[in-house]
C-alpha cells in the first residue's frame, strides 16, 4: 500500500480489515520510541507550560473583569462569546494536566486537574479522566470506547441497525444535527459531571463535589447579581452554548470519520492508534485553538508529551509510519468535519431505509 500524509479514512479501514500485522510488529513502536527519545520529545517544558497556564488564567480573570466593568448592557454577550473560548482553553489545560504534560508527580497533577476542570469550567476531572483513560486505551472500538458508543448518535452502521430511542429517532439526520447537538455539550458535561458523583469509581468524591458546586453557584450568581434576569439567561445561553460548540469542535476532527473497530479486530498499539486516528494541517494558530490536539496521532501514540513537541514529533511519526507502510492521514481542517459529517450520514442509512421500508 502506498502511504502519504494524504492517506485517506478508506486506506486506513483497508489496513485495519487486513488482519495481523507484520510478524516483527510488536518491535514497531519500541524503534518509533527510541527515535521520539532520542529527539528529546518527551522531555518536559516547565517554560512552555508556565506561560501557556499564565495566560489562560489571565485571560480567564480578564473576562470577568470585563464582566464586572461592563454591568447592565448587552455588550456582554460579546464577553459571554470570549468567556466560551476562554473556558475551551481551560479544559485543553485540564487535558494536558490529566495526561501528566505538565507536572511529574500525580498528585500536583490531579490537584491542578480538578482547579482547571471542576472549579474552572464545572467539569469533573474524576469523570473526564476516567472516560477518556478507556478511550486512549481503545480509540474507536465500538465495544470498549466510551466516546463511540451508540448514545444520541451512532458511529457504524452496525450500531444504526441496533439503534433505539433517540438514537433512532435522530440517526437518520445526525450528520445535519451534529453542530447543533455540540451546542449543548456544555450542558452536558455538567449534568455528567454531577452523575458522576455517584459513581464508584471517583477519587475525593467530596473534594471534586464541592468545586463543582462552587462553580454551579459561583457563575449563574455572579450574573444574576449583575444582570436583570433577560441578559443573564442570554449571557448563560451564549457562553454554554459557543463552549460546547467549541469544545466538541476541538475533539471532532480526531476520530470521527475513520475506522471503528469491533471485538473481532486485534492490532498492536502503534497500528490501534494511527489508524483510528486524524491529524488535522494548520500552523501555529491551529495549535492554539485546539490545543495541540490537531497532532492527534502522535498525541495518542505519546500521550505524556507536552503539546509544544508534537508538531516536531509528527515529522518523525510520518516518517515511520511510510517506512512500515502503516497509512497515516493527515488533512485540512475543513476537510476534517466534511469527513466527520460524511461518514455520519454514510452510517445513518439503515435507519434511513428502515424508516422508508
Request: hydrophobic content about 45%; glycine content about 10%; charged content about 20%.
Amino acid at each position: 500500500m502506498t502511504i502519504s500524509s494524504d492517506a485517506s479514512p478508506a486506506d486506513a479501514r483497508a489496513a485495519v480489515g487486513a488482519g495481523a500485522p507484520r510478524a516483527d510488529a510488536g518491535s514497531d513502536f519500541a524503534r518509533l520510541s527510541r527515535r521520539i527519545a532520542e529527539a528529546g520529545l518527551l522531555e518536559r517544558r516547565p517554560g512552555y507550560y508556565a506561560v501557556r497556564l499564565t495566560l489562560v488564567v489571565g485571560a480567564f480573570a480578564g473576562g470577568w473583569a470585563a464582566f464586572l466593568a461592563l454591568g447592565d448592557t448587552w455588550w456582554q454577550l460579546a464577553v459571554a462569546a470570549f468567556l466560551a473560548l476562554v473556558f475551551g482553553q481551560v479544559a485543553l489545560v485540564a487535558h494536558d494536566l490529566a495526561h501528566r504534560q505538565v507536572f511529574r508527580r500525580r498528585r500536583h497533577s490531579e490537584f491542578a486537574g480538578r482547579l482547571f476542570g471542576n472549579l474552572g469550567v464545572g467539569m469533573s476531572y474524576g469523570w473526564w479522566m476516567n472516560k477518556h483513560t478507556r478511550h486512549h486505551a481503545h480509540p474507536n472500538h465500538e465495544e470498549l470506547d466510551p466516546d463511540v458508543a451508540p448514545d444520541i448518535l451512532v458511529w457504524s452502521a452496525r450500531q444504526a441497525r441496533a439503534s433505539r430511542g433517540l438514537a433512532r429517532l435522530l440517526g437518520g439526520h445526525q450528520a445535519v444535527l451534529f453542530f447543533p447537538l455540540l451546542a449543548l455539550e456544555g450542558f452536558n458535561l455538567h449534568v455528567a459531571s454531577v452523575r458522576a458523583l455517584r459513581s464508584p469509581y471517583l477519587k475525593n468524591r467530596l473534594l471534586e463535589g464541592a468545586l463543582l458546586l462552587a462553580h454551579m453557584a459561583a457563575v449563574p450568581g455572579a450574573l444574576f447579581l449583575v444582570l436583570p434576569p433577560g441578559k443573564a439567561v442570554a449571557f448563560l445561553a451564549v457562553n454554554q452554548c459557543l463552549f460546547g460548540l467549541y469544545l466538541g469542535c476541538t475533539f471532532a476532527p480526531n476520530h470521527k470519520g475513520m475506522p471503528t473497530l469491533t471485538g473481532e479486530q486485534r492490532l498492536d498499539f502503534l497500528r490501534r492508534q494511527v489508524l483510528t486516528s486524524r491529524n488535522v494541517r494548520g500552523g501555529p494558530l491551529t495549535d492554539v485553538l485546539l490545543g495541540g490536539l490537531n497532532h492527534q496521532i502522535e498525541h495518542h501514540l505519546f500521550p505524556a508529551m507536552p503539546a509544544v513537541h508534537l508538531r516536531r514529533a509528527g515529522v518523525i511519526v510520518r516518517r515511520y509510519c511510510a517506512e512500515i507502510g502503516v497509512p497515516y492521514h493527515e488533512t485540512g481542517l475543513v476537510r476534517s468535519y466534511r469527513e466527520a459529517l460524511t461518514h455520519l450520514h454514510r452510517v445513518g442509512e439503515p435507519i434511513r431505509r428502515r424508516r422508508r421500508a
